[in-house]
């Protein structure tokens, strides 16, 4: 039985348009032009990012950069397809034999990066393993048990019925990895062993991490033979390097620098809107943030299209509510809007004083300071000062995991509406991705029984009510969601992505 989801994502749309190239050196050094691109051979790609990954192992971090390196290198029993359907990847069949029991069948000869190939005792240690991960462990708490019933089928009992077991094992909190490495204490931040499309082969901290084709990957040998991915955390800087042929494909594209890579038929610029909602996260148990009456006067004194315009060039779409639009059950039904009078008087209703609110909003890249220096004039029109402070991604996850801060901007890439809810709200993910330490019983019981109602149907109203709920309580500021950006060489042919940001690198090939 497969399970399927309601959707309201758009078609990708692709961009590209003839002008020459914008002349110039690069802020990277050492300038290229085409043709001595075109000498790194057609079986190479480097990749700009904007963060470098916390860590190379699945189990240990919950960040998109993190999550960009674990699906070259580790593979899933699901993957999403383009649609943010959950189908097989390392699963050949599978069977919902009751309520609570699944029967998975592995694809047979799948190898690791080793050598070893992968079995289902592989499986069932894995799993077992990343359920005593606090970092990703929620999704994977529905799991009762999980065993090997002999060497390529695997049975999953859950606590429940569970609407969202498929979507969870595309993430790669249930990433595959060898149980003899996992018995043996192996590092997977050093050396991330799986049996993903490509190999690690080198980490240069603060520069780059390097990748080669794993030649035995089961779904056929990538045509990319040898791939760089290049940290470079300011966004004109990424736009330079593409221009001047230091990189291939840019994943976070500038968003103030789309009409210029537009203008060239060099490139092709990638747009799709997405399900990644962005927020002004609230430590809610800090003073003053702890009062909902302050909060909703915070989400009703913020402009968000003033945040679109200044940190995003346009290219987004404001958000009020605190769920995401276009998925099961989302509403603005309860939710705040703009309304600077109506700030004022939550602000008045709350008896607290505006100046005795101390928030410190941090930011882990431009794109994030920039909307904060949106919410800093917008709040200090209802007596709220704030203060702005840059931090790298490592040091921002750490800190908003562990509450140690007043306010953050952040966000979510999520599949589906259950396994986002529960990240965000549910109080079992204190600690992980819940960085408001929202504790609330009702939304908790609405989200378990959610999760456990198979029936969409049934399913969207319990979604409905847990989202008028959460908007209730103010617990963050939804400010947008995003449209997803890619930038890359337009003689590179396979590049698309789905609405959560994925794209397969070991479908991309260089035109002939």
């Not at 809007?337 to 609110?357: L, R």
Request: a negative charge; hydrophobic letters at 35%.
């Amino acid at each position: 039985m497969k399970m399927g989801k309601k959707h309201l994502i758009s078609l990708v749309t692709v961009l590209s348009i003839s002008l020459s190239l914008l002349a110039g050196c690069s802020q990277q050094g050492g300038g290229t032009d085409k043709g001595e691109s075109e000498e790194k051979g057609k079986d190479s790609l480097v990749v700009a990012t904007m963060s470098e990954t916390p860590t190379l192992g699945a189990y240990d971090h919950n960040s998109v950069a993190g999550d960009y390196m674990n699906k070259l290198t580790y593979s899933t029993l699901f993957r999403t397809d383009a649609d943010l359907n959950p189908e097989p990847s390392l699963v050949d069949t599978y069977e919902n034999t009751s309520d609570t029991e699944w029967l998975f069948h592995l694809k047979q000869g799948v190898k690791f990066h080793d050598g070893s190939e992968l079995t289902a005792e592989d499986v069932a240690a894995s799993i077992t393993y990343s359920k005593t991960c606090p970092e990703v462990n929620l999704y994977n708490r529905c799991i009762l048990t999980v065993e090997a019933v002999d060497n390529y089928t695997v049975k999953i009992v859950t606590d429940g019925p569970s609407a969202t077991l498929l979507y969870d094992l595309c993430h790669h909190a249930n990433a595959i990895l060898p149980k003899k490495l996992l018995d043996s204490g192996n590092d997977f931040n050093e050396n991330p062993i799986g049996s993903g499309p490509f190999q690690f082969v080198e980490w240069k901290r603060g520069d780059s991490v390097e990748f080669k084709a794993f030649e035995d990957y089961f779904g056929g040998a990538p045509a990319i033979k040898s791939m760089t991915w290049k940290i470079i955390p300011e966004g004109s800087s990424r736009t330079i390097a593409l221009e001047a042929g230091e990189v291939d494909m840019i994943i976070e594209v500038e968003a103030m620098d789309v009409e210029r890579i537009e203008s060239s038929d060099e490139f092709t610029l990638l747009k799709h809107d997405s399900t990644n909602i962005n927020w002004l996260m609230l430590n809610n148990e800090k003073p003053g943030l702890d009062n909902q009456n302050v909060r909703h006067a915070i989400n009703s004194a913020i402009n968000r299209d003033d945040i679109i315009a200044a940190a995003l060039n346009g290219i987004a779409t404001p958000v009020y509510s605190a769920s995401p639009m276009g998925m099961l059950g989302s509403t603005d039904e309860g939710a705040d809007t703009f309304d600077v009078k109506k700030a004022q008087e939550y602000m008045d209703a709350s008896g607290v004083d505006p100046a005795s609110v101390e928030m410190s909003i941090i930011c882990s890249n431009d794109t994030k300071k920039r909307a904060a220096e949106v919410i800093q004039a917008n709040l200090s029109e209802i007596g709220i000062n704030c203060e702005i402070e840059s931090m790298d991604l490592a040091t921002y996850l750490s800190a908003t995991a562990d509450g140690n801060y007043t306010a953050s901007i952040g966000g979510y890439s999520p599949s589906d509406m259950v396994s986002y809810l529960v990240g965000v709200y549910h109080s079992k993910s204190i600690g992980g991705a819940n960085t408001t330490r929202l504790n609330d019983p009702e939304v908790d019981a609405l989200i378990d029984q959610a999760a456990a109602t198979v029936d969409p149907a049934a399913r969207e109203v319990i979604l409905k009510q847990a989202t008028v709920r959460l908007n209730e309580l103010c617990s963050q500021v939804s400010l947008y969601q995003s449209v997803l950006l890619r930038a890359y060489d337009s003689d590179l042919q396979g590049v698309a992505i789905n609405a959560g940001g994925h794209i397969r690198f070991e479908d991309i090939s260089w035109k002939a």
